[in-house]
């Protein structure tokens, strides 16, 4: 039904954080689950000629990092007050716009609602033009939110709502209908983007403490295996315990000893969905991670994961991935 050829609809539900890395267009994305509890997130996804339309919810906390192939434009249909872009603040009326080759660095706080709108080719030109100078000036800073005007930003997103309630959960859209549905949503998403004005709209994280969580984070993932207390990642940043307490809490919501936590143990669910049933492989994945106590281990993984390190090791032969 995915084919890029066939206009369609179609709804998943996923139980897993890293299925969703999957079923991304022209987004090569890295999510971490960053609360504890099984996950849980569904999808909707509309297809209209060169237009790419997804309602994505979930119950967790999720840091979604990447790059984009393509223009995409995102909206938070709900919950908006505490998720972070690149670091800063988003309002309800704000809208998230990653241009080809740029980073995708977002932050959800659990129980979100979010709408991703990617254009290709022939589609963002005309997004483009239909946007004007106002729109381009906007997107000459997309590591800010961009600022919409409220009541353009509710409209549009009313819109979505009618159009994802239109549809049944699978089906192909006939061409005529797809060629005015995608004619429709770029007119609708520039004027949306139009509206308002392109300046910042001070929203921003104090960019010391961005630079305090950009050196922790590319500290810890040159080996996140490593153990690393508080103390130490303080000397990386350069910086005093609360500063650094401060800067992780602002941009990902919790604390530097939970964030590297929680690294740690989705790299060890990752390794063990794509692991084989050799009950050992639990222990040596583990270790590989930096886990040297199992029992504590297996009562993180379950807290995290809501599952034994041992259910996720079988549940990856008797599930077919996405």
Known sequence: MNSSNQNY??????????????????????????????????????????VLASLISSNRRLRVRGDVSFLT?????????????RGNRVNAH???????????????????????????????FVLRNLGGPVFAEKLANTGDPISCAPNSMRQMKSWLSDCFADFKDEMIIPYKQSRELEREFIRRLASCLRAGTPSGNGKRLAPGRVAVVQRVEEHLLGDIAIPQSINDLCAVAGTSRRTLEYAFKDYFGTSPKKFVKALRLNAAHGDLLRGDRDSELVVEIASGWGFSHMGQFSIDYRHMFGETPGATLRRSHATVRV
């Open 73 to 85: 434009i995102s909206l938070l249909a709900s919950n908006a007050g505490s998720a972070k872009w």
């Open 9 to 50: 609809v179609r709804s998943i539900v996923l139980k897993d954080a890293l299925d969703l890395e999957q079923i991304a267009r022209g987004v090569n994305m890295d999510i971490t689950q960053l609360d504890s509890g099984p996950f849980e997130c569904k999808i909707v996804q509309l297809k209209a000629g060169n």
């Open 94 to 124: 704000d809208a998230l716009a990653a241009k080809p080759g740029e980073a995708f660095d977002l932050v959800m706080p659990p129980n979100f609602e979010l709408i991703c709108i990617s254009t290709v080719g022939n589609a963002e």
